[in-house]
């Protein structure tokens, strides 16, 4: 079991910036992937950005060249650098992995509140 502690999430104004970091404890060493979800209110979940164990990353394209996602392996950690932020990027941001020796094992975080205001 993989345990997940998001934290960073704040209010912003558009333009703003924020750094959403989480950090993982338990079995670190089956995690396999590690990504960031983001759900806004009566909407679905949805993948912002996903990094592979082996540093390969993909981003959503409503993000893309505004967020980052990066990763350290050592520290089982996962950040997510949000730049120009905009309103339609307030939602609850969920920290993820897949853990296990085949990464059937999902993981989620409690979530940290993004709220980009004018």
């Known amino acids: 079991q993989v345990q997940l502690v998001e934290s960073g999430g704040a209010l912003v104004q558009p333009g703003g910036s924020l750094r959403l970091s989480c950090a993982a404890s338990?079995?670190?060493?089956?995690?396999?992937?590690m990504s960031w979800f983001r759900q806004a209110p009566g909407k679905q979940r949805e993948l912002v950005a996903s990094s592979s164990r082996l540093g390969s990353t993909t981003v959503a394209d409503s993000v893309r060249g505004r967020f980052t996602i990066s990763r350290d392996n050592a520290k089982a950690t996962v950040a997510l650098q949000m730049n120009n932020l905009k309103p339609e990027d307030t939602a609850v941001y969920y920290c993820?992995?897949?853990?296990?020796?085949?990464?059937?094992?999902?993981?989620w975080g409690q979530g940290t509140q993004v709220t980009v205001y004018s």
């Open positions: 993820h992995a897949r853990s296990g020796a085949d990464g059937a094992v999902v993981n």
């Open positions: 338990g079995k670190i060493f089956e995690i396999k992937s």
